[in-house]
Each structure stands twice: as C-alpha cells, then as structure tokens.
C-alpha cells in the first residue's frame, strides 16, 4: 500500500496529503536568494536585505504551499489507475468577472482525465463526469458539455485552443 492510502475496513481508500512542504520551502529559499543577492550587490542595509528576503521567501513558500495542497485534494478524486491528461483555466461568461490575484491560482478549472471531465472551483469539486455519459460541443469560442442531455456546463477556457483540445479529447476516450 503506498503512502497516500489508508486502509479502511480492509478496503483502500484514498485521502489528501497536507501538501508539499518540500518543494514549498525550496520555492521559498530560491525566491530569497533572487530577492536578497541583488540588494547585497547593491550595499543595502544587511537588515533591510534580510527583511525583504525573508518577506519574499515567505511569500513564496505559502504560495508553494497552498497550490500542492490544491493538487493533492484534486488528485484524491482520482481513481487507482486514472491519470490526469489536462487542466484548463475557465474564465466565466458573465460580464463582470474579476480574476483572482496571481498567487490565489485559477478559480475555475476543468480537468480532463482519462475517465471523464471534472470542473473544480479552487480546491471544491463541481462535478465529475465519465466521458462515456458526456457529450462535448465546440460552439465558437465556448465549450458546451451536457451530461445525459442535461446541460452541465458552458465555459470559455483561457485558451481558445484549449476547447477544441477538449473535443478531441471527448472524442478520443468515446464521448458523444
């Protein structure tokens, strides 16, 4: 049994790490060393250098943080053997959307694996869909997924290419 499955009345089951800590702290000393070599070079007060480093590398490190915690919640829903093929950002269709800052990460995100489609919103699972039960339209610049005849979803992904990516996908694992 791996490391990311707990057992469970005989049965494995699947939970979410806390995270990365490593690659996070990584992240972190990286940014103080880009952040803190150039002021050092530039005879700034060694306090203030360290201040703004320390402030950077924190920064950094949380936000390291934060998007490997999102991950692994997403990839807890896998199941054993599916793999994730893609992850696109949705930008909504309605006029006034405000995007999230940069360190958030995308509010919206479709993810196609090899079972099916699953749209998050952060770490929140929307939906989830076998590919077998979707039906995956290209209709201009929006992508259009009905789940069973009901619709599930109309989205503009970030990338224009992106949708069709997605339709070639669907027709690729059998989707209608």
Known sequence: MSEDETE???NATRSAPAGNVPAAVGAGCVT????????????????????LALAAAVGAGLTGWRTSRRESARNAVLEPGERVLNAYVVRP???????????????????????????????ILLWRHPWTELRVVLDGQLLRVQHLGEQAGVMRLERQESALEVTLTARRYRAG
């Open 93 to 123: 269709t309605y006029t006034g959307y405000t995007p999230p800052s940069p360190s958030e990460g995308p509010q919206y995100v479709l993810r196609s694996t090899t079972r099916g489609l699953e749209m998050w919103e952060r770490d």
């Open 8 to 10: 469970n009345d005989g």
């Open 32 to 51: 103080a060393v880009v952040v803190g070599l150039p002021l050092a070079l530039e005879d700034v007060p060694w306090g203030l250098t360290a201040a």
